[in-house]
């Protein structure tokens, strides 16, 4: 490994010198700490505060580590926490630091998607006001214990479902009246893995099926992009729609890709890193704030009064 390639050695068949290489904007070891980790990607999340729309994810194979990258482990340490509260925890912070410049209201929504169908993680609660990150990890932990849950030959506590954590912002520019809004999706995708290899018959065997399918449509969506066609194909799934606010153009995304050290799942591991690869060609455009005058506001206000 080096700072921006991983190379894998594989069989034979996969690269005449029995390796393989891959490129990406960053590449992080076995001994990387949650907090390096989240130093890289603190600017983007920043921007959120600045009215743009942005959108994480945790991709890659069942037990290579997609939780424990955005929430941590089971039994959480300051050391320990992952992306999820490290960022809510930083909003925070800028929040109370721009109180006479800027009022934020932050309200975060937990879904999660199994077998096509979209949920909320925690029932009752579609969108939840938050002042503090224990308001976060109370709402977190309920939707942890709702996620749908399953047993593989891979990973015997296999998340068989999209996890997805939605911070809504909305910004009140005191000086100019500006008003901006933005959410940020954070996303535990379902374990990506072939069927043959996870043993699953019955309903393990469908919910592969779909995760398989909605990851495939991501990756259609990815492409599509990739390609500036002027059809991107948001529909073929509920994962992708819920995400085309923070997919198409007007955008910030980030995608963390874990591959598992197994020798056995070497094919996995070389598809997971192809997929990257692509998904690490694709130009979004530049990212558009979405923030609207305080003049624009005012005229709003009175096509309303009026009509």
């Known amino acids: 490994m080096e700072e921006r390639t991983i190379t894998i050695i594989t069989p034979t068949k996969y690269g005449k010198d029995g390796s393989k290489s891959f490129t990406f904007n960053k590449v992080f070891g076995?001994?990387?700490?949650q907090e390096e980790v989240f130093s890289d990607m603190q600017p983007l999340i920043r921007s959120v505060l600045d009215g743009f729309n942005v959108c994480i994810f945790a991709y890659g194979q069942t037990g290579s580590g997609k939780t424990?990258?955005?929430?941590?482990?089971?039994?959480?340490?300051?050391?320990?926490?992952?992306?999820?509260?490290?960022?809510?925890?930083?909003?925070?912070?800028?929040?109370?630091?721009?109180?006479?410049?800027?009022?934020?209201?932050?309200s975060v929504q937990m879904i999660e998607i199994y077998n096509e169908q979209k949920g909320l993680a925690v029932p009752d609660a579609s969108i939840v006001p938050v002042t503090s990150t224990s308001d976060v990890a109370e709402l977190m932990n309920q939707g942890q214990k709702n996620r749908v849950v399953g047993s593989t030959a891979i990973n015997d506590r296999s998340s068989r479902s999209h996890s997805c954590l939605t911070v809504h912002v909305q910004g009140h520019d005191l000086t100019s009246g500006t008003i901006l809004r933005a959410c940020m999706h954070l996303v535990?995708?379902?374990?990506?893995?072939?069927?043959?290899?996870?043993?699953?018959?019955?309903?393990?065997?469908?919910?592969a099926l779909y995760i398989n399918k909605s990851l495939s449509a991501l990756g259609d969506v990815i492409a599509s992009l990739a390609q500036k066609n002027s059809h991107v194909p948001y529909r073929n799934s509920k994962l992708t729609q819920l995400l085309q606010d923070s997919l198409?153009?007007?955008?910030?995304?980030?995608?963390f890709v874990h591959i598992s050290p197994e020798p056995d799942v070497v094919n996995e591991t070389i598809s997971t890193l192809k997929f990257a690869e692509r998904v690490a060609s694709v130009e979004l455009g530049a990212a558009k704030a979405n923030k609207e005058g305080g003049e624009v506001r005012e005229l709003k206000e009175q096509v309303r009064t009026y009509s």
């Open 30 to 33: 076995p001994a990387a700490t």
């Open 248 to 255: 198409g153009g007007q955008a910030k995304t980030l995608m």
């Open 68 to 106: 424990y990258t955005m929430s941590g482990p089971n039994v959480l340490s300051e050391k320990s926490v992952g992306v999820n509260y490290r960022a809510l925890n930083d909003l925070f912070n800028l929040q109370a630091q721009r109180k006479g410049t800027i009022n934020y209201e932050i």
């Open 188 to 207: 535990d995708l379902a374990g990506s893995e072939r069927v043959d290899k996870s043993e699953v018959v019955g309903d393990r065997l469908k919910e």
